[in-house]
């Protein structure tokens, strides 16, 4: 762990307590916390990454070795995101063939089976994570865990609800003891990724349904990806989307039934989002910025989602397009905790980082 950065006033008022790095190794290209999530019990965080073998690339292709496999890691602190240790649980390997943005991942997991047992979503130390085979066409996978994430049941089958593939990454929400939704990117008409769509268990995972799709189908080279979603009350749930050049936002009223479009939320952005509500209600969207000036940037919006203020540049100092795919969690103390993958040079070594940071 490195600290690099301790009380920087950020644009907006916002104050950045502490930059630190999380994972760094030499030679090693860490990425895409995004894909996997992240989960938190008070002070104690955990979230997910890759690491691969680093090898710088020319134009939008990521500094990876794409002849070289990689792995699936995880990090946890237990003071909110001051100090990091990592964990490699054998339990959450995948399965042969699994390949992330075209790199292919080390197998040793097992085949993905259907789920027998009732998954009991509402236990105090429970964690999910949702995994797929292919950003594309799928098929997906999902894990649980019954002790904040050391061991791992899994992994289970998900369906592809009807769709030409499922492209999961982590994104639920708990709404019972056997009742749960997961938010999803389905492959488009043409089998390339996606638009997103809700699925809802209520026998505690054995069976999943489509509920809705939750976007529109975009058309031509356009996708609607890698959801982030709240529910803002009993009836009101409300996600951010990422669209190739902005992030858009969604909700439905009538719990899920139906959804209909909010508004724009970032433009000029290919990074997903990631949605934390706070103490006082207010909304914080997150995202990375893969435009010059490089760097991580955070919005809110006093209003439920329907407007948002003024950009929050949380670090501005990446060194190249690479970097981003948060994951953002609240502390008990109202400070947020957002992780991400980041470089200082293009021809840098991507790190894992996290920003401590005060949004109000």
């Known amino acids: 762990m490195k600290l690099l950065s ?4 950020l644009a907006g008022g916002a104050l950045c307590q502490q930059n630190i790095v999380v994972y760094q190794e030499a030679g090693r290209f860490a990425g895409w916390p995004a894909n996997h999530g992240i989960w938190s019990w008070g002070n104690e965080i955990l979230v997910g990454f890759e690491s691969g073998h680093f090898r710088q690339m020319t134009g939008k292709n990521h500094a990876i070795d794409y002849e070289q496999t990689e792995e699936h890691y ?7 995101g001051v100090t990091w240790t990592i964990e490699k649980p054998a339990s959450l390997q995948p399965p042969e063939g699994t390949k992330m943005a075209g790199v292919p991942v080390a197998a040793g997991g097992k085949t993905p089976v259907d789920l027998a047992d009732e998954i009991r979503f509402n236990d105090p130390n429970f964690a999910m994570t949702v995994r797929m085979q292919d950003i594309h066409t799928g098929p997906s996978r999902f894990y649980y865990s019954y002790d904040r994430g050391k061991t791992w049941m899994g992994p289970y089958n998900l369906p592809d609800f009807g769709q030409k593939g499922i492209a999961a990454r ?9 009742d749960c939704r997961l938010f999803l990117t389905a492959a488009k008409s043409n089998g390339r990724e996606g638009r997103v769509l809700e699925a809802r268990t209520t026998d505690g995972g054995r069976n999943w349904k489509m509920v809705a799709f939750v976007t529109p189908e975009p058309e031509g080279r356009d ?7 709240l529910r803002l009350s009993k009836n009101t749930l409300y996600t951010a989307v990422r669209y190739r050049e ?4 969604f909700e439905s009223d009538d719990n899920g039934a139906n959804w209909h479009r909010v508004g724009r939320a970032a433009d000029d952005i290919d990074n997903p989002p990631c949605l934390v509500k706070l103490k006082n209600g207010h909304l914080v969207i997150v995202y990375g910025r893969r435009k010059a000036p490089f760097g991580i940037r ?5 209003d439920s989602g329907k407007t948002w203020g003024d950009e929050i540049i ?7 397009w690479d970097l981003g795919y948060n994951r953002s969690v609240l502390r008990p103390d109202g400070k947020i905790v957002t992780v991400y993958y980041f470089n200082t040079a293009v021809d840098k070594e991507r790190f894992i ?6 949004p109000e």
């Open 246 to 249: 902005f992030i858009d936002t």
């Open 353 to 358: 980082a996290a920003t401590i940071w005060q």
């Open 74 to 80: 995880l990090a946890r602190s237990m003071d909110g």
């Open 223 to 229: 996708h609607a990806i890698m959801p982030s979603t």
């Open 6 to 9: 301790i009380a920087l006033l």
């Open 170 to 178: 982590t994104d639920y929400l708990v709404d019972g003891p056997k």
């Open 314 to 320: 949380l670090r501005q100092d990446g060194g190249g």
């Open 298 to 302: 955070a919005r809110i919006s006093k």
